[in-house]
Each structure stands twice: as C-alpha cells, then as structure tokens.
C-alpha cells in the first residue's frame, strides 16, 4: 500500500478504534562501486576521454588487488586518471581492505601530490625498492614498445621507479604511438637528465660525437626564468637525434658520459602500452 492511502484509510476509520501505522521508508543504502568504463560520462574533451580510458583499462587489466601492494604511480597528465582509479578502488567496500594497504611509490612531486590527493598511501622507494607493478605515460612509443620519456622532466626518477617494478605498464592518448621508429612523432628530441656543472660538456659530446642535430637545455619560459630543474636538482637537455634506428645503443652511449644522470630512452623496459583513441577505445600493445 502507498504512503497516500494509509492517510486515507486514517481519515475513513475516525472515531473507530484503528490504530494506523505508518510505513516505515528506508531510504536504501547505496554502496559505492567502481565505476564501469562504459557507464562514464564524457569528459569535456575527446583527447582526455583518450587518456581515462587507456589509465583506467590499464588499472583494471593489470592491478591486481589482492596481491599486489606496492605501486608505482607516473607523471604527466594521463597517469592522473591512474591514480583516479587507485583511488576510485579504495572507496569500493570490496577492495577497501587491500587497496588502503598499498603503498604508493611517486616518480616526482607531482606523482606525490597524485597518490596524496586520491587517499593512497605514499611511501619512498628507499623502504619499498620491489615494486609489484608501475604506470606511467610516454611521450612516444616505437613498434617494439621502447619509449621516450621525460617531456615532463620527471625521467630520472620515472626510470628508477619503472626498472624496480616487476611490471611495467604504459598508458598515453595514441597519438604517442610512432608508425615504426622514435622521433617520428616527438621531434623536441630526446630529455636527458644531466648534473648542472656538466650541461656545456655533455651538450658538446652530444653536439660533436654523437652527431645531434641540436641540443637545447630545457628553459622554464614564462612558469620560471632560466633552465628548469628537475625533482632531484639537475638540468635537461633536449638532443635531436632524429629517427632512432637502435635507441639501445644511443642510450648506451649517451649514458657513458660523464655528468649524464639518466637519459629519456626507456629500452626493454614496458611490458604493455595502453593507447587510448579519441572515440573511447582502447588498444593495447604488448612484446
Ligand atoms: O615522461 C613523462 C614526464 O617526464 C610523462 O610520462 C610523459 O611526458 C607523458 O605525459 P602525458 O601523459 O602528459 O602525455
């Protein structure tokens, strides 16, 4: 019966000896669940529909909950919705338990800030130096999953944390993937992370050992005057290389020179690239 006709059958029955209970509503209690990747609304743009979709595919293909407890959690704007979705699992009742006993390894300050704000809990690779499994973006991915990475300037740390993890997965819109080579697409060069009293003598190396076409240290424009510094004090310098035919071997030798901190040629190191497409769709690369 509805609440209405209880008050009806109330009023009807006045002066005989009814007793009329009202219904008791409860409301009913919702229980937050992880979002469904089809149910999502649309972002306001087609590129960060891309990147949510390939971050969130990629957490659900690849965490496991139950197992893993330390993760590794990138930089840039795509591995944003990664640690969205870490935290979109610490709220569900089902992985709550699991999920608030991670511990959250960043690749930079902004990485840190991610973990923090999503509730997850932030730990220092130094106590947690096995990672189970890291996401990060790419600035550009090749036909057999090397990367260039560093266009947010994170790349040391980002290659630390990467290399620790038993598995290492990479999310970016798909406009990062290169039809065959590196430095099809990303044509700002190549981001090595160099100790600052080294920048002019690693620059010449670069410049006349290495053939590049040009080497920029990496300014902070209008957001900083002068060259930027990265998380851990050292500079960037940008090299131009053009297409990489074996990025292993121009790793190899740019990591020899002394002052080279680390260089943004991430080699046999993804397990997984997760390219999102503007429609939503999502595709998925492994070695
Ligand atoms: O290497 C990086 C930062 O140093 C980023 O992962 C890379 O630049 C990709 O960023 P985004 O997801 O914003 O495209």
Not at 13 to 19: A, D, H, L, S
Request: proline share 4%.
């Amino acid at each position: 019966m509805v609440h209405r006709e209880y008050h009806k059958l109330a009023s009807l029955c006045k002066g005989v000896r009814y007793t009329v209970r009202q219904p008791v509503f409860r409301p009913r209690r919702m229980c937050y669940s992880v979002p469904k990747i089809e149910e999502l609304a649309p972002l306001g743009s087609v590129i960060e529909n891309a990147k949510r979709a390939a971050a969130y595919r990629a957490v659900d293909e690849n965490l496991d909950v139950f197992s893993h407890k330390v993760i590794g959690v990138g930089s840039g704007s795509t591995v944003v919705y990664v640690a969205e979705r870490l935290g979109q699992y610490l709220k569900d009742a089902r992985f709550k338990d699991y999920v608030s006993k991670f511990t959250c390894i960043a690749t930079g300050f902004q990485s840190q800030q991610l973990i923090i704000d999503n509730g997850l809990n932030y730990g220092v690779i130094e106590q947690n130096p096995n990672i189970d499994i890291a996401f990060d973006g790419a600035d550009e991915v090749d036909h057999q999953l090397q990367l260039i990475k560093g266009g947010g300037a994170c790349l040391f740390q980002e290659k630390l944390v990467s290399t620790s993890a038993e598995k290492f997965i990479v999310v970016a819109d798909s406009s990062k993937r290169s039809p065959k080579l590196l430095g099809v697409n990303w044509r700002q060069g190549v981001p090595i992370e160099v100790a600052p009293p080294a920048y002019v003598k690693v620059k010449n190396e670069l410049l006349s050992q290495l053939n590049a076409a040009s080497v920029v240290l990496r300014q902070g424009g209008k957001a900083k005057a002068g060259p930027i510094v990265t998380d851990n004090n050292n500079f960037i310098l940008d090299a131009d290389f053009g297409q990489i035919e074996n990025p292993k071997e121009l790793h190899d030798k740019i990591k020899a020179m002394v002052g080279v901190v680390e260089t943004g040629l991430f080699i046999d190191n993804a397990a997984k690239v997760y390219f999102g497409n503007s429609d939503g769709t999502v595709e998925v690369m492994v070695k």
